[in-house]
C-alpha cells in the first residue's frame, strides 16, 4: 500500500466498478474533473527468474516468470492509481491507460494514469 496517498478520514481507494479506459461511466454523469491521476511501481525479478527467463528464450514459448512479473507490475500501478484518485477526492477514473518502459537491464517502470473525476448517478 502506498501511504503516500491516503489520510485516515479518506478512503483507501476508488472502487474498481467507478473505472472505465473509456471517457463516460454508464448511469452516471461527470460533475467535476480533480485532474490527472497515476499510480507507478517499478521491478525487477530476481536472479533465478532472470535464469530462467533467459534459459526458456533458447527454447522458446512464453515466460511464465515474466507474465507473473508484469501482471503484478501492472497490477500494482493500478492499485496506487485508485489510491492517488481517492487521494485528490475523485470518485471514478476515466481514460485509464497503461505505459511501461526499461529504466536499465531487466528493471522495468509501469505506471498506470487516467482522469480522476467526481461523478453522480444520472437521475
Same mark, same amino acid.
Given at each position: 500500500?502506498?501511504?503516500?496517498?491516503?489520510?485516515?478520514? *479518506?478512503?483507501?481507494? @476508488?472502487?474498481?466498478?467507478?473505472?472505465?479506459?473509456?471517457?463516460? /461511466?454508464?448511469?452516471?454523469?461527470?460533475?467535476?474533473?480533480?485532474? @490527472? @491521476?497515476?499510480? %507507478?511501481?517499478?521491478?525487477?525479478?530476481?536472479?533465478?527468474?532472470?535464469?530462467?527467463?533467459?534459459?526458456?528464450?533458447?527454447?522458446?514459448?512464453? %515466460?511464465?516468470?515474466?507474465?507473473? /512479473?508484469?501482471?503484478?507490475?501492472?497490477?500494482?500501478? !493500478?492499485?496506487?492509481?485508485?489510491?492517488?484518485?481517492?487521494?485528490?477526492?475523485?470518485?471514478?477514473?476515466?481514460? %485509464?491507460? !497503461?505505459?511501461?518502459?526499461?529504466? @536499465?537491464?531487466? *528493471?522495468?517502470?509501469? %505506471?498506470? !494514469?487516467?482522469?480522476?473525476?467526481?461523478?453522480?448517478?444520472?437521475?
Amino acid at each position: 500500500m502506498n501511504e503516500h496517498f491516503q489520510t485516515p478520514t *479518506m478512503p483507501l481507494q @476508488v472502487a474498481q466498478e467507478m473505472t472505465s479506459t473509456t471517457f463516460d /461511466l454508464p448511469g452516471y454523469r461527470v460533475v467535476r474533473t480533480v485532474g @490527472v @491521476v497515476r499510480g %507507478i511501481t517499478v521491478r525487477s525479478a530476481n536472479i533465478a527468474k532472470q535464469f530462467t527467463g533467459a534459459f526458456r528464450t533458447l527454447v522458446g514459448g512464453e %515466460i511464465d516468470e515474466y507474465v507473473e /512479473l508484469a501482471e503484478k507490475s501492472r497490477e500494482q500501478a !493500478y492499485v496506487r492509481l485508485l489510491q492517488h484518485a481517492a487521494a485528490m477526492g475523485a470518485n471514478a477514473v476515466l481514460g %485509464i491507460r !497503461y505505459d511501461a518502459n526499461e529504466l @536499465v537491464s531487466n *528493471m522495468n517502470e509501469v %505506471i498506470a !494514469y487516467g482522469t480522476g473525476v467526481i461523478v453522480e448517478p444520472l437521475r
